[in-house]
């Protein structure tokens, strides 16, 4: 039962890391037929929301929490609208290899804050394949460590602590809520947040062109189906092992770059491909059980 589950849960993640790429790179789309990243963070979790809403009605279940729980669901609405921001503040300021690479701290921060807190265990295993893995990842995003702005990388820095900090509240509080519940809050808050500060900077700007709104659409449908599926494999497998299967994320991207962008790949870019695919493997193939005792207590 419980290696169905992580097997499941596990599943789920690395789909979710597709999706999640996909919508990112749809995003760039919908930015070249007149729209904004502002625009896009503003409108990107209301689907999410209004069908997380009709999913639990129609269940039959609560769409509200109890207690801690509540505010905490609040709490990890802005902190997700936080570190979102610094990850669009990094991009602008930073070369897009460098900002993804530092928001893919996240995996490895998760693990250690999990750990400090009692909330999950620190394996050999998951330690080593992160690393790995980030390694892995500097290769394949063909990092070049130049000049950096400094505020840029501070940006980057809070982008990764910040969804690391939501991922592990959220493994904690959706072991005794529906996923689905925990996920809309997130959602709900995070739409509510972003119209306001769109409103506030007086920038929205929906596309203009046809290419542009299919974009626009697609990447939120695609980030809905990838949002709800990665706080859902949180609840099976846990925070630490949902996080490291994310790295399968920007090697989607890599690839998307190729296929659809006619973008080259150099022979160092494919060997950190191969690490990070690797690492993913080895980790997904381990006999260690630690993320379904975490998911699990």
């Known amino acids: 039962m419980l290696t169905n589950q992580r097997t499941f849960g596990i599943v789920l993640a690395l789909i979710s890391a597709v999706n999640f790429a996909l919508a990112n790179t749809l995003a760039g789309v919908a930015y070249n037929g007149g729209s904004d990243p502002i625009t896009m963070l503003a409108t990107r979790f209301i689907l999410a929301a209004i069908l997380l809403f009709f999913m639990l009605k129609s269940a039959g279940k609560p769409v509200l929490m109890k207690g801690r729980a509540n505010l905490a669901g609040i709490a990890l609405g ?4 936080i570190y979102t921001f610094a990850l669009l503040s990094a991009i602008n ?3 897009v290899s460098i900002a993804i690479l530092l928001f893919y701290l996240f995996p490895i921060l998760t693990a250690f804050i999990l750990a400090a807190l009692g909330w999950g265990k620190l394996t050999p295993t998951m330690v ?3 690393i790995i893995a980030f390694l892995g990842l500097a290769l394949a995003l063909a990092v070049k460590f130049d000049e950096l702005d400094k505020v840029g990388i501070i940006y980057g820095l809070i982008s990764a602590i910040g969804f690391a900090i939501v991922c592990s509240i959220s493994n904690r509080i959706m072991r005794g809520q529906d996923s689905l519940l925990g996920t809309f809050y997130i959602c709900a808050v995070a739409t509510l947040t972003m119209i ?4 506030a900077v007086r920038e929205f700007n929906l596309p203009t ?3 542009g709104w299919a974009g626009f659409l697609a990447s939120h449908i695609l ?9 859902k494999s949180v609840s099976m497998v846990g925070a630490a092992a949902t996080t490291f ?3 399968l994320e920007p090697i989607v991207v890599v690839g998307a770059g190729y296929v659809l962008l006619g973008q080259l790949i150099s022979f160092w870019q494919m060997v950190g491909v191969a690490i990070v695919v ?8 381990s006999g260690s059980d630690d993320t379904v005792s975490e998911a699990a207590e």
């Open 278 to 285: 690797g690492a993913i493997i080895y980790a997904s193939r």
């Open 245 to 247: 299967f994310s790295n």
């Open 78 to 81: 802005l902190l997700t609208v």
């Open 93 to 95: 300021l930073l070369p």
């Open 196 to 199: 306001i500060v769109s409103f």
């Open 223 to 231: 980030y809905t189906a990838a949002i709800i599926g990665f706080f």
């Open 128 to 130: 080593i394949s992160a």
């Open 209 to 211: 062109t046809g290419a």
